[in-house]
């Protein structure tokens, strides 16, 4: 069977518990954590910076892939390749010269990610996709966690396979935003390989058994 790769993402934990909270992570499922970054400008929300990725990094067994939703993000990625990610995505809506920005990311060591909003076409990939490492499709608006999945996704999830598939690409489609056990068979169906998920596994009496069901 296809076994998906787990990413929970810390922005549903504890802030106040974050040494517990990335052990669990450790001795769980998970694959990756994700971190997600917030600005306040290119999302209406702020959520933490450089030093919390340090922090988590310093107990962390598994890779970090780090969602930046700020803008002008070229101007960070060195700095969180240095604070411990290992997968670092920028929007391309925050990105005048994603090509470009997807070389700076790569020449750090890093895996390149492209996180794309609800409203952006899939066909605005075309041109960079052989380049990329991970697509990060955005099921929700940016900005928030426990928010409800936009159905719509699922029909981007076949455009997006169609298009890795005619390339050649070997890109990963990961799927973030209100991922639950329901979407997630259906999304791994479609063509996901990675899914992140927030308060699904946090707010769940037991996130270790929750990671553990979402590998189906
Ligand atoms: C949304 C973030 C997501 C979010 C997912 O802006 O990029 O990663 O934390 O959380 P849930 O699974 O609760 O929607
Ligand atoms: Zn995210």
Redesign the pocket.
Known sequence: SLKPIIAP?I?ASDFANLQREVEMLNESEADWI???VMDGVFVPNISLGLPVVEAIQKHAKKPLDV?L?IVQPERYVEAFRKAGAEII?VHIEACTHLHRNIQQIKATGAKAGV?VNPHTSISQLENVIEEIDVV?L?SVN?GFGGQKFIDNTYKKVSRLKELIQSTGSKALIEI??GVNKENARLLIEAGASVL?A?NFVFSSPDPKATIKGLKL
Do not use: E, F, K, N
Request: overall charge negative.
């Open positions: 993402s922005l994700h971190v997600d969602h939703m995505s996180a990060c955005m940016p973030d935003g992140v927030g």
